[in-house]
């Protein structure tokens, strides 16, 4: 069989073309299909998908361009245990990534990939992470198998001929092969090689496991390269603040996976808040880059968003309410007789009867849930009502304000800001958080998460700190470093902040410092705002007292909290820069 017949074969980059025969090979697919990224395309492919029972059709009066699929039960989230860095040297990779040598890992794909697509198709997926033509953006390639990943790929990246476009006669692109097999959890592996710029994923066929742009090249590869090339890839979404006169004021920030990252870079202001304004850049990923200005500047490598639907509706986020109206894949929600779709905590009347996110016949009496905790949209970018005009500039925007914040029911204040960029790297390197469903196990368990990047960073995590302190020096004008948990409870358990639009109040003070606009006062923490200047207004029922309980320094829990810090700080003890061993110890000394 000829991998590239005149006429379907739609790039003439000889090392793609080999790359895609060499996989071919192995894989021994029936047909070979070269994606373009075209509409004729995309319909064509969804009927197919249809056809075969891989996606439903929704309503489409209701919900244009809408699909709902059900992933496989045992594939439902991303699995850290099977998600391998594959370096030379174990080291390299460090102690918080599961290692095996590459020619070790190369050897156990090709068994599980070999013969693994006969009967079936081998697609040839071409896209971009980041706008065509910006200095930033990376090529990648993924063979797959599976329709669903083709369809989405072209709404969560820029799918199609301008990624041939960008690469030219470079080979200078990302290697990707995913291969569905069985979607076994005891043949699933996400396996990276940096050095290669290539990542082979096996045996599911979920979300950040095989969606390879997200995760494995705008993260894990993308950190790796960018330590080399003087740049970071972030796990960060990028927002605009917009004041009534008009300034506009850019911020990234970190949160893990599912604590509210795709709501906070959609915030609507609460009615008080008169002319202030949102804009969204991206809602999970940051790569960033000192501009000529002397500024770091980001970009979005995404097109589109892979959010958790659960608990999204007009109060949480009305922004994604309004994206995912039209054009956009559900995954593993509920399903209802008349071609909708159900959640927990969607908007309007609970639904008499529906289809579980496993097929199974759910009512309100049902003791499951009907959307599985980590059930996803994937929607365009473009639907976005409040997405930035720059979201597509080559040069990204300047960044004013870096945010690290996790999900912490105690010890964390709700915000403040680090003395410095090197105290600002302590801040997100000592990052701690609750466990939530985007990853399968250990629910609810604190564990540290350095700037939301632990299942993410694709090298050694005390490198990745030292590239972070190393940054500091290539950006003139560095972003300040706040931190905020959202996310704090009194001893009944009741939040002490309101969050949602309200965090918009947070956001004020966070903009205002970087402008000049706010005074703070010293703490052994940080700077924290003056009561008296934190803008309560309008909040109901908020009492300046409990702004200072969820304000509020307990040295004990920081005891604590320093105790479990060394954890992770013993763990990666051999390459940890010493000025966070310093900042601890100043740390220490002012509590
Ligand atoms: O499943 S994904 O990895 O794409 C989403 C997430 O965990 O942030
Ligand atoms: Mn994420």
């Given at each position: 069989m000829s991998t590239c017949i005149p006429g379907t074969c739609n790039t003439k980059n000889p090392t793609v073309i080999r790359w895609v025969e060499a996989q071919a090979k192995l894989c021994?697919?029936?047909?070979?299909?070269?994606?373009?990224?075209?509409?004729?395309?995309?319909?064509?492919?969804?009927?197919?998908?249809?056809?075969?029972g891989i996606l439903v059709k929704l309503d489409q009066k209701k919900l244009p361009g809408c699909y709902y699929h059900r992933s496989n039960p045992n594939d439902v989230a991303r699995v850290e245990q099977c998600t391998y860095i594959c370096t030379p040297i174990q080291e390299e990779a460090g102690p918080t990534n599961n290692w095996m040598a590459p020619k070790e890992m190369y050897a156990k794909m090709r068994g599980l990939c070999e013969g693994s697509m006969k009967g079936r198709t081998m697609y040839v997926v071409p896209y971009l992470m980041g706008p065509l033509g910006s200095p930033l953006t990376k090529v990648g390639v993924e063979l797959t198998d599976s329709i669903y990943v083709v369809l989405s790929m072209r709404v969560m990246a820029r799918m199609g001929q301008q990624a041939y476009t960008q690469l030219g006669d470079s080979e200078d692109f990302n290697r990707g092969l995913h291969c569905m097999l069985d979607v076994n959890p005891d043949r699933r592996f996400i396996a990276h090689f940096p050095q290669d710029n290539a990542v082979i994923s096996v045996g599911s066929n979920y979300g950040g496991n095989v969606l390879l742009g997200k995760k494995c090249l705008a993260l894990r590869i993308g950190s790796y390269l960018g330590r080399n090339e003087g740049w970071m890839a972030e796990h960060m979404l990028i927002l605009g603040v917009e004041s009534p006169d008009g300034e506009k004021?850019?911020?990234?920030?970190?949160?893990?996976?599912?604590?509210?990252?795709?709501?906070?870079?959609?915030?609507?202001?609460?009615?008080?808040?008169?002319?202030?304004?949102?804009?969204?850049?991206?809602?999970?990923?940051?790569?960033?880059?000192?501009?000529?200005?002397?500024?770091?500047?980001?970009?979005?490598?995404?097109?589109?968003?892979?959010?958790?639907?659960?608990?999204?509706?007009?109060?949480?986020?009305?922004?994604?309410?309004?994206?995912?109206?039209?054009?956009?894949?559900?995954t593993n929600v509920g399903l209802t007789p008349d071609g909708d779709v159900w959640w927990e905590g969607k908007d309007g009347p609970v639904p008499k009867e529906c289809l579980d996110w496993r097929g199974n016949k759910w009512t309100p009496d049902s003791k499951e849930k009907a959307a599985h905790a980590n059930s996803r949209f994937a929607a365009p970018m473009a639907n976005n009502p409040s997405l930035d005009p720059k979201a597509d500039a080559p040069e990204g925007v300047p960044i004013s304000a870096i945010i690290f914040g996790g999900r912490r029911a105690d010890t964390m204040p709700l915000i403040y800001q680090s003395f410095n960029w090197i105290h600002g790297v302590y801040i997100g390197a000592t990052?701690?958080?609750e466990m939530t469903a985007a990853a399968v196990g250990g629910l609810g368990q604190v564990r540290r998460d350095p700037m939301a990047m632990l299942p993410f960073c694709g090298y050694n995590m005390g490198d990745y700190f030292r590239h972070w302190i190393t940054m500091r020096k290539l950006i003139k004008y560095p972003p300040r470093i706040f931190n905020v948990n959202w996310f704090r409870k009194d001893k009944d358990g009741n939040f002490l902040w309101p969050g949602y639009g309200e965090n918009m109040r947070v956001l004020k003070w966070i903009v205002d410092r970087c402008?000049?606009?706010?005074?703070?006062?010293?703490?052994?923490?940080?700077?924290?705002?003056?009561?008296?200047?934190?803008?309560?207004?309008?909040?109901?029922?908020?009492?300046?007292?409990?702004?200072?309980?969820?304000?509020?320094?307990?040295?004990?829990?920081?005891?604590?909290?320093?105790?479990?810090?060394?954890?992770?700080?013993?763990?990666?003890?051999?390459?940890?820069?010493?000025?966070?061993?310093?900042?601890?110890?100043?740390l220490v000394s002012r509590l």
């Open positions: 021994q697919p029936d047909h070979i299909y070269w994606c373009d990224g075209s509409v004729a395309e995309k319909d064509a492919l969804t009927a197919e998908a249809v056809t075969k004021t850019y911020v990234a920030a970190a949160f893990p996976s599912a604590c509210g990252k795709t709501n906070f870079a959609m915030l609507v202001p609460p009615a008080h808040f008169k002319g202030w304004k949102i804009w969204t850049v991206g809602d999970d990923i940051a790569w960033m880059k000192p501009g000529p200005d002397g500024r770091l500047y980001a970009i979005n490598p995404e097109a589109g968003y892979f959010g958790v639907v659960p608990g999204t509706n007009s109060k949480s986020n009305p922004i994604a309410v309004k994206t995912i109206q039209r054009d956009t894949i559900y990052m701690g958080s402008n000049g606009h706010s005074n703070a006062v010293e703490t052994q923490l940080g700077w924290v705002p003056y009561a008296k200047d934190f803008d309560l207004k309008g909040l109901a029922n908020y009492t300046p007292e409990k702004f200072n309980q969820v304000q509020s320094i307990n040295n004990d829990e920081w005891r604590r909290e320093l105790l479990l810090q060394d954890e992770l700080f013993m763990k990666i003890y051999t390459h940890l820069p010493k000025e966070l061993i310093f900042q601890r110890e100043l």
